[in-house]
């Protein structure tokens, strides 16, 4: 692609990811994708097999994906702690339509013998 | 690729990838809120590394892991 990812403030891309989540639950495409990358402030391909410049200040890319929408936030290694803090705070909000807890082999045998 | 099929080994093993090759590698989580189903990924497109679970509790393991991930990431 030859056009510059745009990247959002963190805390757009906070709330756009979480309703990516909410809509996933009740409509359009069900599964939302989020990426996390090393990012060295490049903007334009470099060869291949280069690695990041010495003194570089590295940050990270999330990248979150909903169907065709897609949303980027470049994260700066002093947001870090804040971002990552919120972040969990959504995916512990949003992910909960897992199972509480695997049963072991014996719960089942239990289970299976009083029915 | 086939998933790993215990969190403490897939832990592991991207922990091991990351500090191997910290500037190629990408870390991918996938929800599915209808199936209930979390499927993660790291690769650095050489090695492929994949957990897929449905349960809640490995939420909180995700939490420490991406946090241990991001970490590193901003500190290389």
Redesign the interface.
Known sequence: MSTVEQHIPNDQFLQKLTAF?RD??IRGP?????????YDGRTKAVPKGS??KEGDE???IFRAKWGSKKIATE???KE?NK??TQ??AI??A?????????KTDEEKKKTATKA | MTYFTSWDEFAKAAERLHSAN??K??????????????VLKLTDDIVCLQYS????????K??KL??T???S????
Do not use: W
Not at chain 2, 25 to 38: I, M, P, S
């Open positions: 989540y996933s639950k069900r599964s939302v994708y989020v990426t996390m990358k090393p690695t990041f590295v940050s990270c994260v700066k290694a870090v971002f990552h972040y969990s995916i512990i949003q992910m909960v339509n897992l199972e509480k807890r695997k | 910290p500037e590698c990408r870390f991918v989580t996938k929800y599915n809120h209808t199936k209930g189903q979390l679970t449905n349960q809640l509790q490995d939420v909180k995700l939490e991406s946090s991930l991001l970490r990431i901003v500190t290389q």
